[in-house]
């Protein structure tokens, strides 16, 4: 029980956290903002994966992505569904 507690809790911080909100783009287009958080990765994977998921099989263009660069790895994706 205690390892299994143990690779769930290691799932957990090296997966991070990924959510979104509906916006306004520059442009006056909806769009999406996400915000990624991933602890030990510079991955953009769980920022594309929310993208697939909101946008389903639409798809989607990235408008802007930007990284801050410390050590949470916190990402920002706009994207507009096609």
Avoid: P
Avoid at 17 to 37: A, F, M, P, R, W
């Amino acid at each position: 029980m205690k390892t299994l507690f143990c690779f769930a809790l290691c799932l957990v911080l090296l997966g991070g956290c990924t959510n979104y909100k509906q916006t306004h783009l520059d442009t006056g287009e909806v769009g999406y903002s996400i915000q990624c958080n991933s602890l030990g990765s510079s991955s953009w994977n769980a920022c594309y994966v929310m993208a697939g998921d909101i946008c389903g099989n639409r798809g989607y263009d990235v408008v802007s992505k930007d990284s801050d660069g410390s050590e949470r790895y916190t990402k920002h994706l706009w994207i507009r569904c096609n």
